[in-house]
């Protein structure tokens, strides 16, 4: 059973910092492409980015592009995504996803105020 547990949200201040996990379970995690996706209120859901798993490559929506960081951990079974310079408008239920298919985590809230 395919199991993804995210967490690391919270409130964080305009141009503060945070670090999501996700645990990822019920797969083999090594060969599955992994993406953050993210959901603000009123929004729709959008994807945030994605590491792939062939050449380690990432990719990242536009308005994230220079402050947020993909990446991956094979050994833990876990995918991350690093936040900095964070924004009013990043404020969000971000969620993990096994890229391609619909295997969802609980969500995670970030809000981002001062």
Do not use: H
Not at 78 to 97: F, G, H, I, R
């Amino acid at each position: 059973q395919v199991q993804l547990v995210e967490s690391g949200g919270g409130l964080v201040q305009p141009g503060g910092s945070l670090r999501l996990s996700c645990a990822a379970s019920g797969f083999t995690f090594s060969s599955y492409a992994m993406s953050w996706y993210r959901q603000g209120p009123g929004k729709e859901r959008e994807l945030v980015a994605t590491t792939r798993v062939v050449g380690d490559s990432t990719v990242y929506l536009d308005s994230v592009k220079g402050r947020f960081t993909i990446s991956r951990d094979n050994a833990k079974n876990t995918v991350y995504l690093q936040m900095n310079s964070l924004k009013p408008e990043d404020t969000a239920v971000y969620y993990c996803k096994r890229t391609y298919y619909n295997n969802w985590g609980q969500g995670t809230q970030v809000t981002v105020s001062s």
